[in-house]
């Protein structure tokens, strides 16, 4: 038993004198002894102040002991120990007392100094269980604790993954954009006119976004944006046609100068009406080329025909290539 502990003996006995005598042989083991001499008024005395052991005579006045342990048991503590004391040693009174596990089942006279050492050895034995069970507890709360921790540190892992996937895959998309980027530039760089710098362009959009058709505009002599270039597979549209779908569009971006979709079906009344019946399906692309704040040189226009629209993905690219694409129709004029 630990130094520090003063462990509850709760001592039964109708027998004043077999009271007396068990508490004077245990008075001196370092016990708190509580004396009953009734069934009654150790229920009552175990309720106020639930003892560590019992020790009970199994005849008492007003029930048995082991109606005493089985009132303890049901009321205050399931385990609570028992040392059970006799004076009748017939095998079925034995036997009936045996079924309440006792820690000890004493036969009169009794052997006092085994009973001291049944006390002692029982109540070291659950000071160890008790330890141990604290330990258990404070295992279990550790590893909930280490559990819960574990699955905060993989979702903080698994966000950080998937924001590093995000990034690699901007970063990825930014540094393919601007290899595009160069290699377009190092195409205009080496355009000796107009047609040489729209043929760059036309190739740069059909090899990054697909099959699409398309109208270049460049300013005259009087700053007036006229047709300079068609494109489209197997050939380009008529100038007519292509000339009707333009007027409004340049009417828009002088307003508005910037890259901007278009879906001609849903906009049909600001294009003249003999094209109208041409517009459902059709998905515009406008590119400004600005080569300087407030300066329009010109004017692309991008259309499909009921292919795969033009995404924002393809704004995107329009807009990276129009500055260095303005800048190369200005160095041509």
Not at 85 to 103: K, Q
Not at 231 to 255: A, I
């Amino acid at each position: 038993m630990p130094a520090d502990t003063n462990p509850r003996v709760l001592v039964v006995d109708d027998e004043p004198e077999m009271l007396d005598l068990l508490q004077d042989a245990l008075k001196d083991e370092g016990f708190s002894i509580e004396t009953a001499a009734s069934g009654l008024d150790a229920i009552k005395l175990a309720r106020a102040n639930p003892p560590d052991i019992v020790v009970t005579d199994l005849m008492l006045g007003d029930c048995t002991g082991l109606d005493v342990i089985d009132s303890l048991r049901t009321d205050i503590a399931g385990d609570i120990p028992a040392i059970v004391i006799t004076g009748m040693g017939d095998p079925a009174t034995l036997t009936e007392a045996s079924r309440y596990r006792p820690v000890e089942l004493m036969t009169k006279p009794l052997d006092l100094n085994r009973l001291r050492q049944a006390i002692r050895e029982e109540l070291v034995r659950r000071a160890g269980y008790e330890r141990t069970k604290k330990r258990q507890k404070k295992l279990r709360r550790l590893a909930r604790e280490i559990n819960i921790e574990r699955k905060t540190i993989q979702n903080r892992l698994d966000s950080t993954c998937a924001d590093l996937t995000v990034a690699y895959r901007s970063l990825s998309s930014q540094m393919a954009s601007q290899q595009v980027l160069l290699a377009y530039q190092r195409e205009l760089i080496a355009a000796k006119n107009d047609d040489d710098v729209f043929r760059s362009l036309f190739r740069v959009i059909v090899h990054r976004t697909g099959s699409v058709f398309g109208v270049a505009l460049a300013c005259d002599s009087e700053a007036e944006l006229q047709i300079a270039g068609r494109f489209g597979v197997p050939h380009p549209d008529e100038v007519t046609f292509c000339q009707e779908l333009c007027n409004p569009l340049v009417d828009m971006t002088l307003t508005d100068p910037k890259c901007m979709l278009i879906d001609t079906g849903e906009r049909s009344e600001m294009f003249h009406e003999s094209i109208r019946k041409f517009l459902p399906g059709l998905s515009v692309l406008t590119m400004p080329l600005i080569p300087s704040p407030g300066e329009l040189i010109g004017l692309v226009v991008l259309y499909r025909k009921g292919e795969q629209p033009f995404t924002d993905a393809d704004v995107e690219l329009a807009e990276m290539i129009a500055p260095p694409t303005a800048m190369a129709v200005r160095r041509n004029d």
